[in-house]
């Protein structure tokens, strides 16, 4: 069983930066891909980035490219999202999940945080 917490979010004009955290709770964080995805009002579920379990291989997704980038700490079981040159377009909540096989599809995935909110203004 994995537990995940987000935090990070917030309101913040076009151009700047966030970073968000997605903290876990249990011994088998490093066993599992890592993902962020996020929901903007009547849209479905995105994805955003994905991280492997070693940190080694990451994956974004094209309209995030060059502006944020997945990380992770083992050590802290902590998943985190830099974000920059943010972009109205980025608004929606954002989730973290836990899980292995397709990193793109939320099927994939077994574990999910509640979400924190990214307003981007323009």
């Known amino acids: 069983q994995v537990q995940l917490v987000e935090s990070g979010g917030g309101l913040m004009q076009a151009g700047g930066s966030l970073r968000l955290s997605c903290a876990a709770s249990g011994r088998t964080f490093s066993s599992y891909t890592m993902g962020w995805f996020r929901q903007a009002p009547g849209k479905e579920r995105e994805f955003v980035a994905a991280i492997r379990k070693s940190g080694g291989l990451t994956f974004h997704a094209d309209s995030v490219k060059g502006r944020f980038t997945i990380s992770r700490d083992n050590a802290k079981n902590t998943v985190y999202l830099q974000m920059n040159s943010l972009k109205p377009e980025d608004t929606g909540v954002y989730y973290c999940?836990?899980?292995?096989?397709?990193?793109?599809?939320?099927?994939?995935?077994?574990?999910w945080g509640p979400g924190t909110q990214v307003t981007v203004s323009s």
């Open positions: 999940a836990a899980g292995s096989g397709t990193y793109k599809s939320p099927a994939s995935y077994d574990y």
